[in-house]
């Protein structure tokens, strides 16, 4: 299986474990509190929504040679999730339905040479047309635990906890951040270590405690550290790796 058939089938059931949340809710439970400060669950979903209209705004640059801003601005898109927060629970699923139709749409307009094609996204770097796909499982995966309703990053799948922590980690600027070094341990055994990241402290845990604590999702009370645990930086830290080829690698992340 090829890497954009991969990813396609694990976003594509990503999606359907969201779209199956979210045709469960009620009215009032669109709009009670998410795990997000200061947003509702109606913000999470048309946020998803929005931003998989955001990534077509991409592929269609990519497959027409077009510059395509992802959005026309980040008050816009500020603007359309607060429009859209407030919609009835019926009305919030079909949205988010037809926007995954959207996107899955506009991928199978891309040629071969299309996903090699450079994108610039709302934030640097720009990256092969190829990482949309991750982006987009990234805001899915993510977007479903901070519905606070099941799904949490102990869900996560391990595939995606291990290419989106490797990511994660390579997009961080070294000398920027609270950490030393972050060490991956799996059962007894040390796994890879992440070194030169800045002034702090050194943290063990496994992919998938490190992952959810540098997004924001747990508070890495699972972690161990030499020092106080800091708050790690706003995360995700870029839209992408730097320096990714636009070639479609056959796999991803690289063999650790």
Do not use: C
């Not at 859209?84 to 307009?109: M, V």
């Not at 610039?120 to 982006?135: I, K, Q, S």
């Not at 595939?159 to 059962?187: A, C, I, N």
């Amino acid at each position: 299986m090829s890497l954009l058939d991969r990813y396609q089938s694990e976003l594509s059931a990503a999606t359907a474990r969201l779209l199956t949340t979210v045709a469960a809710l009620t009215d009032a439970d669109i709009q009670e509190p998410s795990r997000l400060p200061g947003w509702t669950r109606g913000h999470v979903i048309t946020h998803v929504a929005r931003s998989g209209d955001s990534l077509i705004n991409l592929l269609t640059s990519a497959r027409t040679g077009l510059v395509i801003p992802q959005y026309p601005s980040m008050a816009v898109r500020d603007a359309d999730i607060e429009a859209g927060a407030g919609r009835p629970a019926k009305e919030q699923f079909a949205d988010l339905d037809e926007s995954a139709a959207r996107f899955l749409a506009a991928t199978r307009e891309l040629s071969a040479g299309d996903w090699t094609v450079r994108v610039t996204g709302n934030r640097p770097p720009d990256h092969p047309a190829w990482y949309l796909l991750m982006r987009r499982l990234r805001e899915v995966e993510i977007h479903h635990g901070d519905l606070g309703l099941g799904y949490d990053w102990a869900d996560w799948p391990e595939q995606y906890v291990v290419w989106d922590f490797h990511d994660t980690m390579r997009m961080w600027k070294p000398g920027s951040g609270p950490l030393s070094e972050v060490v991956v341990v799996e059962g007894d055994a040390p796994g890879e270590t992440w070194t030169g990241l800045g002034e702090g402290v050194r943290v063990e845990g496994t992919r998938r405690d490190l992952l959810a604590w540098l997004a924001g999702r747990t508070s890495g009370d699972r972690l161990n550290a030499d020092g106080p645990l800091p708050s790690p930086p706003g995360w995700p830290f870029q839209s992408a790796p730097e320096g990714l080829p636009s070639e479609i690698p056959d796999s991803w992340p690289p063999v650790i």
